[in-house]
């Protein structure tokens, strides 16, 4: 079983004890069908493609329990149940390593990476796939000298494809909790899930 799986399957246990192995079920064989638009992303050449996966099993979960008839505020709950847990550092060192990119901003190592991950990131490797902009320029990015824009969104582009896209800006909730693991506060104007021509991130480092 794929890592993230597991926190979906206790979710669904959790929520629903009665049904939870018809559900799993229903979700796998959604996801089964969903992933042959996402199988690109496993050996993509932009970096951010690689989360695809992970969205196609997001996707088959919703669209399970919307066959349930499912309100939007449980699936958004149970939602965000899954992906925090997923996220949650489970040790002191991957707490170190959430917060050690805000640590090394404006640094030459930094300055390196971020040349390198931009060529990666700018590339549309796929159609179907992310399409992002680092931005390193202090006065665009309160003095951290760190943000990015995206500017096409593979998961967007994966709900609509299903006709789900109401909610993909479910998603778009969690980066304000990743960016608070990182050590960093994030300052956005807008979400492309939400009508906005890209979704930027900028950061101040939490005091």
């Known amino acids: 079983m794929t890592n993230y799986k597991k926190y979906f399957t206790q979710a669904v246990r959790n929520t629903y004890p ?3 192995d018809f ?3 229903e979700i796998e064989d959604n996801y089964k069908a969903i992933s042959q638009d996402t199988r690109f992303s496993l050996t993509s050449s932009n970096p951010i493609d690689r989360r695809l996966d992970f969205c196609a099993y997001f996707l088959a979960l919703i669209k399970t329990l919307d066959a349930q008839e ?3 505020d449980t699936i958004r709950t149970i939602c965000l149940e899954i992906v925090l847990e997923y996220i949650r550092p489970k040790n002191k060192i991957q707490v170190f390593l959430k ?6 901003t404006n640094t030459w190592l930094a300055t390196l990476i971020f ?7 700018s590339q549309r490797a796929n159609v179907n796939g992310f399409v992002a902009k680092i931005i390193t320029d202090k006065n665009e990015t309160f003095g951290l000298g760190y943000g990015f824009d995206i500017l ?3 998961i967007c582009k994966l709900f609509k494809k299903y006709h789900f896209e ?11 909790i990743t960016s608070a693991l990182a050590g960093l506060k994030l300052i956005r104007t807008g ?7 890209k979704c930027d991130f900028r950061f101040k480092k939490n005091l």
């Open 152 to 154: 096409e969104c593979g």
């Open 23 to 25: 559900l799993m079920s």
């Open 18 to 20: 009665g049904e939870s």
């Open 99 to 104: 917060r050690l990119p805000a640590k090394l």
């Open 115 to 121: 040349k390198i991950l931009n060529k990666k990131f």
């Open 191 to 197: 979400t492309i899930a939400l009508g906005a021509k």
């Open 166 to 176: 109401k909610y993909s800006s479910i998603l778009c909730e969690v980066d304000e």
């Open 70 to 72: 499912e309100t939007y």
